[in-house]
């Protein structure tokens, strides 16, 4: 079984995208991000990371601040992560009492399904078999979920902290803190403040808010944080420029996340 058409469709443009000397340029990037906004059905923002985590970069922040020194960045090898296709996708609703379950039933017991990678190679053998309307109904609304199914895997929503104890430990944390009328320091003149796992920090991504964070590793470059704050965004994980990492909420709109 395929990979899915989202993964053949990153295969075939990676290879496109490769160069002679495996490099790729920011421009490079922005344009192809176009085309996987118009493939996956999202926005540009999320193209953008996309494609800079399969370029083994944490995220497309991370990719812009590695090119602030340069025009073109190395390619680091590329982790293709294999996806449900829509058949092994389906066969996994076979126990729901529902339209969509019937659809996995038959499909189960149909030794002649097809095997593809869009809507239309199942629709069509469908009218081969001259099927009432309501299976056409149930095959486009399965499709439909599948598509929201890879959807929620390449943008994982972040897991709701459930428990008791570790409410209490999130409400005892900082909050934001707003600041008005900060100069920020000239990316010549920033120093580093040194950090270890484990320490509460501050970041600012537009010198006007600081949000705590807590410091998960280092290394001569990046400190690695999960954000604090909001509760809603508390857990994703970013890394930084050890000089945009900093002990209080001043420091770090004073040292801002520059792009």
Known sequence: MGTGWWATFFLRELKEF???????????????AKK??????ITHTQ????????????????????????????VKP????AQLGFSDWLKKQKN????????AKDM??????????????????????NVPLGATKALNAAWVSYKGYLKKQLHP?????????????LNNLPKIVYLKNIRPVHISKRTIEKFNPGDLAWISWEGRKAIPVTILDVDDRHYTFKIER???KAGNQHYLLLDEVRSTPELACLNYVTL
């Open 78 to 81: 590329i982790i293709e992560t």
């Open 108 to 129: 189960i017991s149909d030794c002649n399904w097809p095997s593809g990678n869009s809507l239309e190679t199942y629709q069509d053998y469908l009218l081969t078999l």
């Open 36 to 41: 996987v906004k118009r493939e996956l059905d």
């Open 47 to 74: 193209a953008l990371e996309v494609i800079a985590k399969k370029l083994g970069y944490s995220n497309w922040t991370h990719c812009c601040r590695t090119l602030s020194g340069s025009n073109v960045i190395e």
């Open 18 to 32: 490769e160069m002679d000397n495996q490099q790729y340029s920011l421009d490079n990037i922005r344009n192809k």
């Open 157 to 169: 929503r972040p897991k709701v902290v459930n428990d008791k104890n570790k409410v209490r430990i």
């Open 230 to 232: 909001p509760i809603k």
């Open 96 to 103: 729901r009492d529902s339209p969509l379950g019937d659809l």
